[in-house]
Every structure is written in structure tokens, then in C-alpha cells.
């Protein structure tokens, strides 16, 4: 298996990469669905960096258990201090994604902010199959990634966009994935079904809201 990235470098500029270059579009992804996710009780929030996300979600649902977890030690002391006095709600996990099982059999909200695509798509496969047995009938999955939209745009713009990031990454944490899962084949095939989506800068950034398809329906 890859090792996984080592984002701890990056945990006190990370906020400031991404204003320089994406300015507030990614955070508007982040959090384009939190006005659905103040029922929530247990959630687990994969690979949020330095937790901003997080810390708005604390902030908006007061009763929410957070399960952050994430390779960089030094991301997860970054979303500690960003929650504050909220971060009692939050146990952390230093693990790779890849290879944890989740602990809390009763997940209704799983988050994923541009995380899945440091993963491949057999990677994001495996992980989202795992998440299904630990998700309540009624638990979301909250996905921001990058993608790849279709026409000229897609190819003079974006790929090429996305590749530098990808090398970027790869110069800076040891990033050894260098282009997009097709992680909505890995969670329609895991159960999972999209039940919205918003695009913005011409495709280039999705916010999606996946719900828990009946077992029935699914085939594990
Ligand atoms: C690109 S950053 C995204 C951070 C944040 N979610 C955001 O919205 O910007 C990816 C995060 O995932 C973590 N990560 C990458 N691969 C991982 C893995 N295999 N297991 C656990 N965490 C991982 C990194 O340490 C980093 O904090």
C-alpha cells in the first residue's frame, strides 16, 4: 500500500494556500449543505485538515459527536484549536483512512471536504463499503471535490488545473495519487445514492449530498 500524504507541513498555511489561490469558493462548497445537517448526532469527518469545517459544524448543530480523523497529527492539533471550547465534542484519530474501521456502529453524517480525492477510486471503493455498514438508514455523506467537467473548458482548464495541483501535493506532502477518483462509481456501487449537487466555477468544484440507499436496493 501507498504511504499516505504528510499534509503536517502544510497545517499552518494551509488556510492561506487556499485563499491565495481559490479565495472563499472552496469553504462555500464546505459548507453549501450545513443547513441540513443540524439533526445530526454522529459524525464522522474524514481528513478535514485544519477543521474548519469542523468548527462551523460544532458552532451550527450544538449537539453533534464528532469522530475527526486524518493522517497529520498536526492537522488534527489545527482543528482542535479551531473548535475551541466545542472541541469537547470531537475524539481524534491520527489513522489512515484506508485501513481504519469506524467505531461508532450509528454514523449519520459522514463528511468528506476535498479528501477523497487523495485516494484512488478502488481506495474510495473499499472506504465508502465500510462506511455503508456503519451508516444509519438516514445518514448523509457531505462530499466537496474537485472534478472534471465536460467540453473545452474541462480540457484547456480544468485538467490541466488539476494536475498542477496534483504535483504540487505530490512535491510538498509525498501525494502519490495523481488524478480523480471516479468516487460517485464508488459510492452508487457501496450504496450510497446523490441526492443533490452544486456546481461552481464551471464545474470545476462540486458540493454533493449523498443519502443511504436501502439494503434491498444495494449490492454489497
Ligand atoms: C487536501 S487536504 C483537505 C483538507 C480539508 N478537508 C479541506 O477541505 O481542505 C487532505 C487531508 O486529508 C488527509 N489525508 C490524506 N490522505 C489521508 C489518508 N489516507 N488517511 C487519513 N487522512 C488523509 C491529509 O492529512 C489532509 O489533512
Known sequence: MRKAPNFDGLAGVYRWME???????????????LDELRASRNALILGDGDGRFTARLLKENPVV???????????????????????SRIRVHVADARLWEPLVPTLDLIVTHFFLDCLT?????????RLRVSARPDAKWVVSEFAIPKGWFGWLVAR??????????WVLTGLSVFRLP????????????????RRRLGGLLVSELWTVRPAADTQL
Open 121 to 129: 477510486t478502488r481506495e474510495v471503493a473499499s472506504l465508502a463499503k
Open 19 to 33: 485563499m491565495a489561490s481559490f479565495g472563499p469558493l472552496l469553504s462555500r462548497c464546505r459548507f453549501a449543505f
Open 182 to 197: 471516479n468516487h460517485r462509481k464508488a459510492l452508487d456501487e457501496a450504496g450510497f445514492t446523490l441526492s443533490q449537487q
Open 65 to 87: 459527536l464528532v469522530d475527526a480523523l486524518d493522517a497529520s497529527p498536526a492537522m488534527l492539533r489545527a482543528l482542535v484549536d479551531n473548535a475551541g471550547i466545542r472541541s
Open 160 to 169: 490541466p488545473l488539476i494536475t498542477a495541483l496534483y504535483l504540487l501535493f
